[in-house]
T-cell receptor, first 116, second 115 residues
Framework: AQSVTQLGSHVSVSEGALVLLRCNYSSSVPPYLFWYVQYPNQGLQLLLKYTSAATLVKGINGFEAEFKKSETSFHLTKPSAHMSDAAEYFCAVSDQSGGSNYKLTFGKGTLLTVNP | EAEVAQSPRYKITEKSQAVAFWCDPISGHATLYWYRQILGQGPELLVQFQDESVVDDSQLPKDRFSAERLKGVDSTLKIQPAELGDSAMYLC?????????????FGPGTRLTVL
């Protein structure tokens, strides 16, 4: 089974500073990786996904992530944090469920706070 | 923009009562998922449907939880009887197919509190 580990349950940055949220994966096959964002009392929204087409993936709201096979990582970055980026962020890997079907296996999440 | 609909948004119930949650996926999406998200954790899959068939319910506590998607469109998740440990956010998601690169679209969730 595939899994992801998010390093740091809570990250705090100043407005305008670099955002770096870490995700490492464990997979016996080439992984397909996703980053989702969750605002309080809401569902999850897809930020970006890696499907092996390109190692640097650009997503919504200025976020991007780089797939590094040698480091088994898929860290999420944004050059300049905005107050509206405060939310919880989840890294996920596509994992086989029943038969030829797939599900998402999520990390435990990283809460991002942005200070004025 | 099409969205996944869920109701109710919030539910408070007492231990041993029955509760039910409803989900309407994005039109045309064949695959529907129910996830449970405990506070401070990532979502975990409870059950996955392909059209009206269950393809994965390995993590569904079948002694108290049941799920159905009778016509392959909307779905209901039921808990009977509810226990204190069932307090969580229940998220429904849908995708066009079951390919490993398919994007899952999530609804707003139902927050369940069991007293």
């Amino acid at each position: 089974a595939q899994s992801v580990t998010q390093l740091g349950s809570h990250v705090s940055v100043s407005e305008g500073a670099l955002v770096l949220l870490r995700c490492n994966y464990s997979s016996s096959v080439p992984p397909y990786l996703f980053w989702y964002v969750q605002y309080p009392n809401q569902g999850l929204q897809l930020l970006l996904k890696y499907t092996s087409a390109a190692t640097l993936v650009k997503g919504i709201n200025g976020f991007e992530a780089e797939f590094k096979k040698s480091e088994t990582s898929f860290h999420l970055t944004k050059p300049s944090a905005h107050m509206s980026d405060a939310a919880e962020y989840f890294c996920a890997v596509s994992d086989q469920s029943g038969g030829s079907n797939y599900k998402l296996t999520f990390g435990k999440g990283t809460l991002l706070t942005v200070n004025p | 923009e099409a969205e996944v609909a869920q109701s109710p948004r919030y539910k408070i119930t007492e231990k041993s009562q029955a509760v039910a949650f409803w989900c309407d996926p994005i039109s045309g999406h064949a695959t529907l998922y129910w996830y449970r998200q405990i506070l401070g954790q990532g979502p975990e899959l409870l059950v996955q449907f392909q059209d009206e068939s269950v393809v994965d319910d390995s993590q569904l506590p079948k002694d108290r939880f049941s799920a159905e998607r009778l016509k392959g469109v909307d779905s209901t998740l039921k808990i009977q009887p509810a226990e204190l440990g069932d307090s969580a956010m229940y998220l429904c998601a849908s995708s066009q197919g079951t390919v490993n690169t398919d994007t899952q679209y999530f609804g707003p969730g139902t927050r369940l509190t069991v007293l």
